[in-house]
């Protein structure tokens, strides 16, 4: 499996595991289990010798995330940039002509960021076996045998075996997801999860997607060839991926192409689309209650508490989903996880900031806590990582009090450049143009306070910033 170059699809917003997961920090760059992000966890499934360098594909709004999640797990990438939302086939398409420069005989391995794989090396058996259907000229898929009738997921019906291969045979339909009955009858009679992860050649992808979708291979060819470098990644043309159909790979190619391919496959897999899979893949006590954070269960059967601030306790109930955040709490029947997508789409028609934004904000220096707002102030609690600095900067409408709680700052209020430590302070006035940067080797840790009559981030005015930002 030495050509083989992984590819990791990390966008999509994760609304339907709200409100942990939100569009601002999605579902596939928080834990379920252990200290390691979904997305951390599906970089470490890939890297290895049989590896080359992943390519990953994400948004301009998440890049940051992106690569500080990919330092911290210790791999260099290749980190593409989408300049707007075209769906999948569009974003394997532009990760296939940037693997094919790479080596035109390349074997591309398809992931999405936000899966749950808990098995690498059964996962990895899988990948070998359908490596025989790649290198065969076919655009293979993975599709799970089932393990209940759900109709969260679309299926697959398995053909007949390609001569040839290990374990690899031919797709006679995709059909969409079902309803209780029919998905009990696609259980019998041997349908497949659709995974939506693939493993084919690069050359022969790009020729498929050339041959049935032209207008979407047409200009995302165009958007890498005239793809421009900011700072470590790179960024797609927006003029010419712009003009790309938005549709999924599915619709677009597999549909259509002779060349589709499934592995059945045993490896545990969940696309973790509703809170009840979280449930499911959960270690539970004996009563059947999960827990993550500070969770309590008196009394209580097939629970689940996802509570990493503040203590919850569920005293006599069953088949609760119960998570809570700062700013929100959901409580909702484990059989009704999936309408949580239909609230958040409630929540966003009432332009509710809680649909969309986490009250933590995350920065490329660090991130930032709202832990009180109020008529003309605003107290937040600030962390900057080490050897980073904010943007030199002034506002028009706040003056701002910073206190040291741990770590060094060195802070700069116009002319005057300051050393603070832990327990120190220092005022910054309405329009002093400033600057914050931590020069130590462990995260600077602050309480701001803003005082002010318009207290939004968008009062800014950057002088000079080391991230490009506007």
């Known amino acids: 499996m030495s050509t083989i170059i992984p590819v990791i699809l990390c966008g999509g917003s994760g609304s339907r595991l709200w409100p942990a997961s939100r569009e601002s920090y999605p579902k596939q760059f928080l834990a379920f289990s252990g200290g390691k992000s979904l997305f951390q966890d599906t970089i470490a499934r890939v890297t290895g010798p049989e590896f080359d360098r992943p390519i990953i594909v994400t948004g301009s709004d998440y890049r940051f995330l992106v690569a500080e999640q990919a330092r911290a797990a210790g791999v260099r990438a290749d980190l593409v940039l989408e300049p707007m939302r075209r769906d999948s086939c569009a974003a394997i398409t532009a990760a296939a002509e940037i693997a094919a420069q790479r080596n035109p005989e390349a074997i591309v ?246 649909a969309i934004e986490h009250v933590r904000s995350y920065r490329p220096w660090g991130s930032y806590e709202r832990i009180d707002l109020g008529d003309r102030y605003q107290v937040k609690r600030i962390t900057v990582n080490p050897g980073s600095k904010l943007s030199l900067q002034s506002h028009f409408h706040r003056s701002e009090h910073w206190v040291v709680v741990s770590g060094t700052a060195r802070v700069t209020v116009d002319e005057t450049v300051k050393v603070l430590t832990e327990n120190q302070s220092i005022y910054i006035p309405l329009g002093a143009v400033h600057r914050m940067e931590n020069p130590g080797h462990i995260p600077l840790e602050l309480i701001e306070v803003q005082s002010g009559s318009y207290l939004a981030e968008d009062d800014i005015i950057r002088y000079e910033d080391i991230y490009n930002r506007d």
């Open 109 to 354: 391995l398809v992931l999405a960021a936000d899966h749950a794989i808990p098995n690498t090396s059964d996962f990895l058996a899988h990948v070998h076996r359908g490596l025989s259907g790649a290198r065969a000229g076919r655009i293979v898929t993975f599709g799970i045998r089932p393990t209940a009738p759900a109709t969260g997921y679309g299926y697959i019906r398995p053909g007949q075996a390609i001569t040839g291969t290990d374990g690899v045979v031919a797709i006679d339909a995709f059909v969409e997801k079902p309803d209780a009955a029919t998905a009990e009858r696609y259980v019998t009679e041997g349908y497949l999860w659709n995974s939506g992860n693939f493993l084919f050649g690069a050359k022969v992808f790009l020729s498929e997607v050339r041959r049935l979708a032209p207008d979407i291979a047409g200009p995302v060819a165009d958007a890498v060839k005239r793809a421009g470098r900011d700072l470590d990644f790179l960024r797609l043309d927006v003029d010419s991926f712009g003009k790309a159909v938005s549709k999924s790979v599915d619709y677009a190619v597999m549909e259509k192409s002779s060349l589709a391919a499934v592995v059945p496959s045993t490896f545990q897999w969940s696309d973790i689309g509703a809170w009840n899979a979280i449930w499911e893949l959960a270690d539970k006590d004996a009563d059947g209650n999960a827990g993550q954070g500070d969770a309590i269960f008196v009394k209580s059967t097939n629970s689940y508490v996802n509570s990493p601030d503040i203590l919850t306790a569920l005293i006599g109930v069953d088949n609760l989903v119960v998570v809570t955040t700062r700013d929100a709490v959901l409580v909702a029947s484990k059989d009704r996880s999936e309408d949580v997508k239909k609230l958040v789409a409630q929540l966003t028609a009432q332009k509710r900031s809680e």
